[in-house]
């Protein structure tokens, strides 16, 4: 069960769901977006207006997402505000009646916490983040694992009172075929690439948002050689523009809209620009691809960045006009590159999914219920941690 908000949330989901249903002990995988069974009203304030934020209004994105990580304060609020309007989904749950429910987006997490913890439904529930930090929005009463993307997510969910064997490290769920290796060679073969030339991934990601064609153009004016992929996914009107950009260039520049072989691509490629969405950070670290950060929104994926750098796998271009200079910087230090593919990989999970999948299905522990004397507890603990009393 996931939620429509960017693409990152779903495309977990779905990874997930294809390995479960390649698995022999499961009889039946039912794959939803818990915004379809809820009113429009809802549907619009979860997806829509989220979108419209990244794409006009993301330093307020930045500011809310770190005034609502107050954990074990704002979650009984926010749940209340989605409750009248997710009777449908609880509806649907009941009636599906599942053996055990994963969900990658909290929304429906805490729709689900709330009917174990009140007993209206008998299953499982796994959580997955699919962020490099573990927000307050994810957290939930009743429950029976997390699953989440770094060791550190686990001891500052255990700072919260979250039991710690509760909380399993497993990296943010990515497509099963990342598991597969894929020699760069063979990649830009069967990609119809040129085999020597350095190669350089941009993706806008699935929405085909962010600063992809001002990219472009400083691109084209570099002297440096090397061939380009852009991705510009579902966004038509940029990649008509970006295929105008590049129109006569001496570089080889490859222009897409949505594909699905960007597994295929990162294996190619040795450098990949981008956003640090959680996802497309996953997918990049399995393969040990290098990242140049564009402009990161505030909020979760400054949270990415910060590990990214942290951990040597990125360099960070916050300003597309020095994109060009910090650029050439790393192309002239292969040394460079090849500690940060190294250092990327060293992080990575390329068996994700088939490792949530697993513990999910052998874990038989029964639900875990916080209660409401130890959230209290725990919120008189966490805003003593924020220095109030």
């Given amino acids: 069960m996931s939620a429509s908000v960017g693409s990152g949330h779903l495309r977990a989901a779905e990874s997930l769901a294809k390995v479960f249903k390649a698995h022999p002990d499961v009889d039946e995988v039912v794959c939803d977006d818990a915004l379809e069974h809820t ?3 809802h549907k619009q304030f979860y997806s829509n207006l989220y979108t419209k934020l990244c794409e006009i209004a993301p330093s307020f994105l930045g500011w809310w997402y770190e005034s609502s990580d107050d954990p074990w304060v704002n979650d009984s609020i926010r749940f209340a505000l989605d409750l009248p309007h997710t009777l449908p989904l609880i509806r649907y749950i009941q009636d599906l009646n599942p053996d055990a429910i994963v969900c990658t987006h909290f929304m429906p997490a805490g729709v689900v916490s709330y009917l174990l913890g009140n007993q209206k439904l008998e299953s499982r529930l796994s959580i997955v ?8 929005e994810w957290l939930t009463r009743s429950f029976n694992r997390y699953f989440v993307a770094q060791e550190e997510d686990k001891v500052h969910m255990k700072g919260l009172g979250l039991p710690g064997d509760r909380i399993t490290v497993s990296g943010i769920p990515i497509d099963p075929s990342f598991a597969e290796p894929i ?7 069967d990609l119809r690439l040129d ?17 992809a064609a001002s990219v472009v153009r400083r691109l084209v004016d570099m002297e440096e050689q090397f061939q380009v992929v852009v991705v510009c996914g579902k966004n ?19 222009v897409l809209g949505y594909t699905k072989h960007m597994r295929k691509l990162m294996a190619a490629a040795d450098l990949m620009l981008t956003k640090p969405g959680g996802l497309t950070t ?23 960045a910060t590990m990214l750098l942290e951990r040597g796998a990125a360099w960070i271009c916050s300003e ?14 292969p040394g460079r590159l090849k500690d940060m593919s190294e250092n990327a990989r060293s992080i990575g999970f390329p068996a994700s999914s088939a490792a949530v999948v697993e513990k999910v299905l052998n874990d038989k522990q029964s639900t875990n ?8 507890a725990l919120r008189k603990t966490a805003l003593q941690n924020k220095g109030i009393q």
Avoid: W, Y
């Fill in 369 to 376: 219920i916080i209660t409401a004397e130890e959230v209290r």
């Fill in 129 to 136: 983040v699919t962020d490099f930090h573990f927000h307050a």
């Fill in 195 to 211: 085999a020597d030339l350095p190669m350089l991934l941009l993706s806008a990601g699935a929405l085909g948002f962010g600063p």
């Fill in 320 to 333: 597309v006009t020095v994109l060009p200079f910090k650029l050439s910087k790393l192309l002239a230090q």
């Fill in 39 to 41: 009113n429009v009203m």
């Fill in 282 to 304: 996953a997918e990049a670290l399995a393969c040990g691809l290098p990242l140049l950060l564009l402009d990161p929104v505030g909020g979760q994926e400054e949270r990415n």
């Fill in 183 to 189: 020699e760069k060679s063979v990649a830009r073969s």
């Fill in 236 to 254: 038509e009107e940029l990649e008509a523009e970006v295929r105008e950009i590049v129109k006569g260039s001496k570089k080889p520049f490859h």
